[in-house]
């Protein structure tokens, strides 16, 4: 069964997965005028980010599905293992096949990094290729952002990935300042082989809302990402 799909991915934790996931919730809702693509993370581990989007997005229906929960703020087996649980993918994909009926597409939120551990037998990058989910990788740019990206992109290829992009984050206010110095997009593109998709500026309280995200968004080069 193919589910038309993206997981949004990160080249680590805390590199802006879910400023994105906003940012693309707008471009979507801009291409048809609503949003008929369901939301979807993948394995919640730690805080609810359906909160934070919550916050930052003021149309209608935006709510996450989150099939399976850890508290722990950790890789999914890490967090498990801490549970006293064992992690079944069962339901997460169950999940994603009901909303794949649902809706024209879904979004789905990655945890970690492409090679964080899903499983003890399977990483992120491993379910993102066994489930044929479409990846979008974030990083955010930051002096050791080109040595993740290079790993992150080996994982892909090992794995088989169908990883379509990169979008580079500036989480910090001084990484737009540093962009051609830690991340020039072109040394990125040569160093790992994948198109860089454009860049996030800072984006700090009220700059996160619809009319900001929707004008980040137009300046992304998302056509290849929605094929």
Known sequence: MTIKSLLVAGSGWGVGKTVTMATLLCELQAQTGRLDWGLMKLIQCGGEDNAVLADWLNFGGVEMATPLKFSACLDPALAANKAGQDVSLAPVWKALAQMGEDYRGVLVEGVGSLSSAITPQSTLADVAADWKLPVLLVAAVRPEVLSELVAQ?????????????????????????????????????????YPVLGKLPYLAGDDRDVARLSRVAADLDLEGVWR
């Open 153 to 193: 992109a080996a994982i892909a290829r090992k794995a088989n990935c169908d990883l379509r992009g990169i979008v580079l984050n500036c989480a910090t206010p001084e990484a737009q300042q540093y962009l051609m110095d830690w991340a020039p997009p072109r040394l990125v593109e040569q160093m790992t082989g």
